[in-house]
């Protein structure tokens, strides 16, 4: 049985960790329902990709496993990721899941089903499924572009810092090789 969900929200790409025993595992597990695995049909468009817009994507894992011979470390340290879920929500408002039961095997093995609504209302209340700002159309796309323009300017002014740096440092009269004799070679025998 997984015991840890690594939740990653599709518009901001903002992740979070939840374990189970932590508040919101719980409700998350009861919503996207990690060991079901049968399937229901869907449209031809959804099977074919073309779906609504993922809302989070879960990656459900086991921890304590692994160790040696195959991770060349000590037992208990690893995370097998064992199913891949993504919501969606429908034209009409309805969500669905759907399921990826082995994400690290290349295959067409997906699985869909809906989720209970009230379910779904009640864990989307509490954030988990990613807040308003996380939303489309949610926030200013003007705020959201001048925080990423901040970073550009950050790293751009830290790029133009480090160059001018390492170019004084290359001008120094000590730095580089040493010019006068006596020189060494070094002869391979």
């Known amino acids: 049985m997984p015991d840890l969900a690594l939740i990653v929200a599709s518009h901001t790409g903002r992740t979070q960790t939840l374990r189970s025993g ?7 597990w009861q919503l996207l329902q990690p060991t079901r695995t049968r399937t229901e049909r869907v449209s031809d468009d959804w099977e074919a990709g073309r779906y609504p817009p993922v809302r989070i994507t879960v990656l459900w894992g086991l921890t304590g496993v692994g160790g040696w011979p195959q991770t060349r470390r000590a037992p208990g340290g690893d995370v097998a990721m064992e199913r891949e879920d993504q919501l969606f929500v429908a034209a009409d408002g ?4 759907r399921s990826d039961l082995s994400p690290d095997v290349q295959d067409d093995d997906i699985r869909w089903h ?3 609504r009230p379910v779904y209302e ?6 988990l499924l990613g807040g308003a700002e996380d939303g ?3 926030g200013s796309s003007s705020a959201r572009w001048q925080e990423r323009a901040g970073w550009a300017a950050a790293g751009l002014a830290a790029g133009v810092g480090g ?5 004084r440092a290359a001008a120094r009269r000590e730095a580089g090789p040493p010019r006068e004799e006596p020189r060494q070679e070094l002869i391979d025998l």
Do not use: H, I, N
């Open 114 to 116: 809906r989720l209970s």
């Open 22 to 28: 932590q508040p919101g595992f719980d409700a998350l």
């Open 136 to 138: 489309p159309g949610a």
């Open 122 to 127: 009640r864990v989307d209340r509490t954030g």
């Open 163 to 167: 160059t001018l740096l390492a170019r």
């Open 94 to 97: 309805t969500p669905w899941v």
